[in-house]
């Protein structure tokens, strides 16, 4: 490609080249570059964060009334909507989902800009109750400048999930999307320019997140960062924050159990195990991806799940009838042969998978089997370490006390599944497990009015539901003086 091939990024409003180096972004699949872009440098952080504070102070976005900024942000959903089919076929693209999943992702995206519109317009400021001569009130006003460091494995959903709260509460946004995956927050940039948010509330900064996301995260004038990603990355990103005294989101890894008793649906239980772990090909981190099953239950709910895990059809994302498409890099699919290795290692033995396909047509392709592997106990490394990958391993248990003992026996705290049909049994369980979120007889389902977030190493604060506005501005307590007399200390 020639240098006006290059793909522009969104700095300050303005659409230009990064100043930083060159690189490609490539379709799993296939191995084939898809777009080319010069990253942004430290410069054009500067500049963004610079142009992202003038268009806060001057642009009079925070202070147009809720509705007027929530108009925008229906049209922001209206957008989408008109452009569902190519902005899903561009993040099949981007990250090599398959199609059907890529859409989902698209109207996810969608739904969020409108609900966050609805949220906008009807967010009540209170009136408290009066304990002197007061009239007092809770108000809240925008932060300013806040980012917004989102992952690679569902980039314009994680993205909206921040952008649309950020937006409606009335600040600037800077997004720092995954290096190897910046091509939908680009697009929803401009879709949001489109719609009426104005120059210079918006920049998307591709580069490395040790250069570029830690540039903007340590900037001064930055009042707020909202990240998803691995835990390492978010501890070093609190660091920062309590330097500055900043608040953050951190929405981080998982480990996360799927505890099937023994008199659970087994049809249900089967196809929402298989679900929960090998959809997204286990790119996420709220992967089921330590199963417990009732030891009765065992042999036969195994063999059961052996079978249609070896039946998911692994293919070309563009297929309809395609379940799992490939991991995002070879790379990464190295690191995941690497855990499969050391759990055969530690003793455990493979149920089903721990192959690469023979895919035609995506011979060049980050493909991996879905892969069981069983024999280990809660102790090994594979059963404690997040893979973030199709790889699921699975043990028995014997009663209810070893179950939830066994499950809390992790750093991470993010999401648990439970598959039975005592419904007091169940509700035990769900609050007896120590996660941000769990889900009952089913799995991996959303809503954006449920807030979502998890405990201990899967990370700190909530993303999504009514209140989410809130996490993007500042409480003030106003208190007006109603005393007929002059205060009397004075006298």
């Given amino acids: 490609m020639n240098q006006q091939e290059l793909l522009p990024i969104c700095i300050a409003g303005q659409w230009r080249l990064g100043t930083g180096d060159r690189y490609a972004t490539r379709y799993p699949a296939t191995g084939e570059v898809v777009a080319e872009l010069n990253a942004a440098s430290l410069a054009d952080v500067e500049e963004a964060v610079q142009g992202a504070q003038r268009a806060f102070v001057t642009s009079g976005w925070a202070q147009r009334k809720p509705h007027e900024r929530a108009a925008v942000l229906y049209r922001i959903a209206e957008l989408i909507r008109a452009r569902a089919e190519p902005l899903a076929q561009r993040q099949r693209l981007d990250n090599g989902k398959p199609i059907s999943e890529t859409r989902a992702l698209v109207a996810s995206a969608a739904g969020t800009f409108q609900f966050f519109a609805a949220a906008c317009e009807t967010l009540e400021e209170t009136l408290t109750p009066a304990r002197g001569d007061c009239l007092t009130m809770s108000v809240y006003e925008p932060m300013g400048v806040v980012a917004a460091i989102t992952p690679w494995n569902s980039p314009i959903a994680s993205e909206a999930q921040k952008m649309a709260p950020a937006l409606a509460a009335g600040n600037a946004v ?30 998307v900064l591709p580069g490395k997140g040790s250069v570029i996301g830690d540039a903007i995260t340590k900037h001064p004038l930055v009042k707020r960062v909202s990240f998803t990603g691995g835990t390492t990355t978010g501890r070093h990103i609190a660091h920062i924050a309590a330097d500055k005294m900043m608040p953050v989101s951190l929405e981080l890894g998982g480990k996360s159990p799927t505890m099937v008793l023994e008199d ?96 035609a047509g995506c011979e060049n392709g980050y493909f991996y089997t879905p892969t069981i592997i069983e024999g280990l106990d809660n102790q090994a490394r594979i059963c404690q370490e997040e893979i973030f990958g199709p790889v699921l391993v699975a043990m028995p248990f014997d009663n209810e006390e070893d179950l939830i003992a066994q499950a809390n026996d992790s750093v991470y705290a993010l999401a648990a599944g439970v598959w039975t049909r005592d419904y007091k049994r169940a509700w035990r369980i769900a609050r007896a497990v120590q996660a941000g979120n769990v889900w009952i007889n089913t799995y991996k389902q ?35 003086g109603m005393n007929e007399q002059p205060l009397p200390w004075a006298n």
Wanted: charged share 20%; net charge negative.
């Fill in 446 to 480: 959303f809503s954006i009015s449920t807030p979502f977030g998890g405990w201990r190493d899967s990370g700190l604060g909530r993303e999504k539901g009514r209140l989410g506005i809130l996490q993007y501005m500042e409480q003030k307590s106003v208190y007006w």
């Fill in 174 to 203: 800077v997004v720092k999307p995954a290096e190897i995956t910046p091509l939908m927050a680009l697009e929803l940039a401009a879709i949001c320019e489109e719609a009426g948010v104005p120059k210079g509330l918006i920049s």
């Fill in 264 to 359: 659970a649906d087994l049809d249900h239980a089967v196809n929402g195990v298989l679900y929960g772990i090998f959809s997204s090909s286990g790119e996420s981190c709220i992967a089921g991806s330590r199963l417990f099953v009732a030891r009765a239950l065992y042999e036969p709910f195994m063999d059961r799940l052996a079978a249609g895990a070896a039946h998911l059809r692994v293919g070309d994302p563009a297929d309809e009838r395609t379940q799992m498409g490939p991991l995002i890099t070879d790379r990464h699919r190295d690191s995941i042969e690497s855990f499969v290795a050391l759990g055969v290692q530690e003793g455990g033995q493979l149920r089903t998978g721990g192959l690469r396909p023979n895919v």
